[in-house]
């Protein structure tokens, strides 16, 4: 019943910039915590970005100053805004929500010249 709906992937160039949605239903988004992990072929899925439901933000140290992941309450909708992409940055992103154990489908992000 709860969803999440990722949206916003694509090929950027390197320094490019992209913006990823998730469009949550069945669930609030600004009540809940809200994650992005990302997975590249052959590694493991890693914790990108966190919102809380107060606002605080946490970052991976590899994306600290290039990403940002937001929040529209209104539009129950959880951003992820990546800047100064790197080739390393290529990955399927994901959407979670982490106290309903909720994944979303994933988007695909691929950063190449």
């Known amino acids: 019943q709860v969803q999440l709906v990722e949206s916003g992937g694509g090929l950027a160039q390197p320094g490019g910039s992209l913006r990823l949605s998730c469009a949550a239903s069945?669930?609030?988004?600004?009540?809940?915590?809200m994650d992005w992990y990302r997975q590249a072929p052959g590694k493991q899925r890693e914790l990108v970005a966190q919102?809380?439901?107060?606002?605080?933000?946490n970052y991976a140290d590899s994306v600290k100053g290039r990403f940002t992941i937001s929040r529209d309450n209104a539009k129950n909708t959880v951003y992820l805004q990546m800047n100064s992409l790197k080739p390393e940055d290529t990955a399927v992103y994901y959407c979670?929500?982490?106290?309903?154990?909720?994944w979303g489908q994933g988007t695909q992000v691929t950063v190449s010249s």
């Open positions: 979670n929500a982490p106290i309903v154990g909720v």
């Open positions: 919102i809380s439901g107060g606002l605080r933000t």
């Open positions: 069945g669930m609030s988004v600004g009540i809940n915590p």
